[in-house]
């Protein structure tokens, strides 16, 4: 398993080739990705994993990669995630266009893979300063993410594999509401068939390993849309 406090990057390519390409080589270097076909898959996903930035191509079936930026970055909850745009369009004019509707960078198709990962660790330095390794802290809960560590009330806590992603993904967005669902494809990964009430008892198990002595319980269950990390359950 890939180390989860590593950047998530979402890929839209429609081009399955190309898709691929970008895929595996996005993947060796570290990355977590997800990946979308079309702009409303983009969206959707975009606004259900909030990943730390999109490589989005320009040329696109139905909602053509400009106006997936454009959605995006009128979002509140999307608008800050770096986005660099592919195209196959070299002109000046489609550059300025592109910046325009908030793009953060943009890449000439066809491009050299090297510039690409070396474009998007730089984007990612500027937008995720504090990067890998750093300690996430919510309330009297610590996640040390390069030792692996989580601590409460400065005690240490064990956790499991899966309970340590979920408080992961809990930890880099508290209070945020995440549908079973965004859980599943965050934690055990977008291509993995396992049942919802899975996500019910690694949640659970998490919440037990948490909730020791007087200490409250810090995962508030939302009726209907999921679970988040917030002490005011
Ligand atoms: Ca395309």
Redesign the pocket.
């Known amino acids: 398993m890939e180390n989860i406090s590593n950047p998530l990057v979402l890929i839209v390519?429609?081009?399955p080739a190309?898709l691929e390409v970008l895929s595996y080589n996005l993947g060796s270097e570290g990355f977590r990705l997800l990946q979308a076909m079309d702009g409303e898959e983009a969206l959707l996903l975009a606004e259900e994993q909030e990943p730390d930035l999109i490589v989005l191509?320009w040329?696109?079936p139905s909602v053509p990669g400009i106006e997936v930026c454009r959605q995006l970055k009128s979002k509140s909850a999307t608008k800050n995630i770096p986005i660099i745009m592919l195209t196959a369009r070299g002109e000046e004019a489609d550059k300025v266009r592109g910046l325009n509707t908030g793009a953060d960078d943009y890449i000439v198709k066809p491009y050299s893979i090297n510039e690409l990962i070396a474009r998007v660790r730089a984007l990612l330095r500027r937008t995720r300063p504090s990067g890998v390794g750093a300690t996430l802290e919510f309330g009297d809960i610590q996640l040390d993410s390069e030792m692996h560590r989580v601590t409460r009330s400065g005690h240490p806590v064990k956790l499991g594999p899966i309970e340590y992603r979920l408080l992961m993904t809990f930890m880099e967005k508290p209070k945020r509401v995440w549908s079973r669902e965004s859980l599943l494809d965050r934690v055990w990964g977008q291509d993995t068939f396992i049942d919802l009430r899975t996500v019910d008892v690694h949640v659970g198990r998490l919440r037990k390993a948490l909730k020791f002595g007087e200490n409250p319980d810090p995962i508030r269950t939302v009726r209907g849309a999921g679970y988040s990390l917030d002490f005011e359950g």
């Open positions: 390519e429609d081009e190309q191509d040329m696109l």
